[in-house]
């Protein structure tokens, strides 16, 4: 019983007609740290409904931690904290007892709910937050609250619909560092994200869906070893001859700027040393150029 997912076939047509899932395989590893990816609407929310029990499946089956979705329902449920896509709590009720409430659902005696509760609430930073109601909470206060909430019930796989979705970077990081250490402690965790960095950063594999099929089930270190160069967009004081730099394949975009093509791994500071030596151009900033998900997608189509 090694696999904390295991999906066959699984298929969802909504009542609309709308075919979300149309035949997904996916395991999942216990311990493991899988990424969920793929665009708007290709099907991630709608398996993690089902595997929560949100969504009722059309066709396939589903198991978690060994228990059947539709057999073990409950079992299978109890294996599970989730934070879904949608926030989903009562916006009157106080913070701590959002949690306390969850523990209650699942038994877990109020005294011993209350010092986990604590320790989370901590953990999370919303501990000074734990008398008001929710909805005086930031959005990424929320985000962080539906973590604990998931968490109170000690599951055993963890699954996040876009974590980081309207959280400021500092805190992403610090969330990021509090998933892996849950994980290294032996949570499995799924989550979906729109971030590639997201998934280098905590990522162990990683499937892609399009449309409602996986057309990519791999290592991370596989999937991101595809985008073997990457753009950077460089302003500089003054565009000059960029003969030069054929090798990085530099492009001139106007007076002030270029683009340039580098290899992964490339030492990028010596090489703008070298570009304003050869050339004579001041270099002002660079920064990658555009959205290297999209650009993830694009080269696993072709
Ligand atoms: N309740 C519903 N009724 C009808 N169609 C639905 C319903 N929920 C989702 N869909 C459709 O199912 C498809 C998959 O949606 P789903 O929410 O699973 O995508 P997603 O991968 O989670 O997208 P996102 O990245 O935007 O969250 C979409 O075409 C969506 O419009
Ligand atoms: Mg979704």
Redesign the pocket.
């Known amino acids: 019983m090694n696999q904390a997912i295991s999906i066959s076939n699984l298929v969802k047509t909504?009542?609309?007609g709308?075919e979300?899932l149309k035949g997904i395989d996916l395991q999942v590893e216990a311990g493991d740290f899988f990424a969920l990816l793929?665009?708007?609407?290709?099907?991630?929310?709608?398996i993690i409904g089902i595997l929560t029990g949100l969504v009722n499946k059309t066709g396939g089956q589903a198991s978690v931690f060994g228990h059947d979705i539709d057999h073990e329902h409950n079992a299978a449920k109890r294996m599970i904290g989730v934070v879904p896509?949608e926030m989903n709590f009562n916006q009157f009720e106080k913070v701590e007892d959002i949690v306390l409430t969850e523990a209650g659902y699942f038994g877990i005696p109020r005294a011993e709910a209350a010092s986990e509760c604590e320790q989370l609430l901590k953990r999370l930073e919303l501990w000074e937050k734990k008398s008001q109601p929710s909805r005086n909470l930031s959005g990424g206060m929320k985000r962080r609250l539906m973590i604990a909430r998931a968490l109170i019930t000690r599951p055993r796989l963890l699954i996040l619909d876009?974590p980081t979705a309207g959280v400021d970077v500092e805190l992403r990081y610090s969330m990021w560092d509090y998933l892996r250490d849950l994980n290294r402690n032996g949570l499995t965790v799924l989550l979906?994200t729109?971030y590639l960095e997201e998934v280098e950063q905590m990522c162990r594999n990683a499937a892609m869906?399009k449309d409602g099929k996986i057309i990519t089930n791999d290592s991370v270190r596989n999937l991101v070893g595809i985008l073997e160069k990457e753009t950077y967009v460089v302003h500089v004081d003054r565009v000059t001859d960029i003969g030069p730099l054929a090798d990085i394949n530099a492009q001139r975009v106007d007076d002030n700027t270029f683009t340039m093509e580098l290899s992964k791994g490339t030492d990028i500071a010596a090489l703008l040393n070298k570009v304003s030596q050869s050339t004579g151009m001041s270099i002002r900033d660079f920064r990658p150029q555009g959205n290297r998900m999209e650009k993830l997608f694009l080269e696993l189509l072709k």
């Open positions: 909504y009542a609309n709308t979300a793929g665009a708007n609407g290709a099907g991630k929310t709608t896509q876009e979906t729109h869906i």
